[in-house]
T-cell receptor, first 110, second 115 residues
Framework: GQSLEQPSEVTAVEGAIVQINCTYQTSGFYGLSWYQQHDGGAPTFLSY????GLEETGRFSSFLSRSDSYGYLLLQELQMKDSASYFC???????????FGPGTRLSVLP | KAGVTQTPRYLIKTRGQQVTLSCSPISGHRSVSWYQQTPGQGLQFLFE???????NKGNFPGRFSGRQFSNSRSEMNVSTLELGDSALYLC??????????????FGEGSRLTVL
């Protein structure tokens, strides 16, 4: 089957750094996307890795290792507004996000 | 640029009925995907359309169907509704970057309640 695994919950304090891991087992894998979703809102795109290594976008960075079927999202200088659910998604060649992970709920404490 | 628009935002149906949901993608986006989101199952891929053709399909029964029109607008239909179909149905469009991208733009969703 096709699956991605993520921790269900992560808690951290404001200003800290947190890493959300994602391991995958899929066919047709071309890259890994990350999305943020606040309660009651729509998912919003954060980052995408097609190549191994680190992609940095402001306070957020994402990493992919194809040999380990593993990626992570790194959030730095955490803010209260970062409290949300974070999803990784396997991406096919044409950009279709065909399998999502179960999501990681991040709680940022003051 | 207007975002992805989904209608209706909320709807209530009873078991056995059918429902049609509509999605207007961002102008210029030709790929439209549909997802079902529930607390228990998370975000599950339903299908993806590109240039009026279903290009990918998730693991859902045939009661779930969709189509895309020449202007890239898309509809999905669920027939013979079951209680378990209660969910948030999300539509997403993308600019279709072969070999890269992976970025989806989501609408606010249509929340379906089946009684």
């Amino acid at each position: 089957g096709q699956s991605l695994e993520q921790p269900s919950e992560v808690t951290a304090v404001e200003g800290a750094i947190v890493q959300i891991n994602c391991t995958y087992q899929t066919s047709g894998f071309y890259g890994l996307s990350w999305y943020q979703q606040h309660d009651g809102g729509a998912p919003t795109f954060l980052s995408y890795n097609a190549l191994d290594g680190l992609e940095e976008t402001g306070r957020f960075s994402s990493f992919l290792s194809r040999s380990d079927s593993y990626g992570y999202l790194l959030l730095q200088e955490l803010q209260m507004k970062d409290s949300a659910s974070y999803f990784c998604a396997a991406v096919g060649y044409y950009g279709q996000n065909f399998v999502f992970g179960p999501g990681t709920r991040l709680s940022v404490l003051p | 640029k207007a975002g992805v628009t989904q209608t209706p935002r909320y709807l209530i149906k009873t078991r056995g009925q059918q429902v049609t949901l509509s999605c207007s993608p961002i102008s210029g986006h030709r790929s439209v995907s549909w997802y079902q989101q529930t607390p228990g199952q998370g975000l599950q891929f339903l299908f993806e359309y590109f240039s009026e053709t279903q290009r990918n399909k998730g693991n859902f029964p045939g009661r779930f169907s969709g189509r895309q029109f020449s202007n890239s607008r898309s509809e999905m239909n669920v027939s013979t509704l079951e209680l378990g179909d209660s969910a948030l149905y999300l539509c997403a469009s993308s600019p279709e970057v072969a070999g890269g991208g992976g970025e989806l733009f989501f609408g606010e969703g249509s929340r379906l309640t089946v009684l």
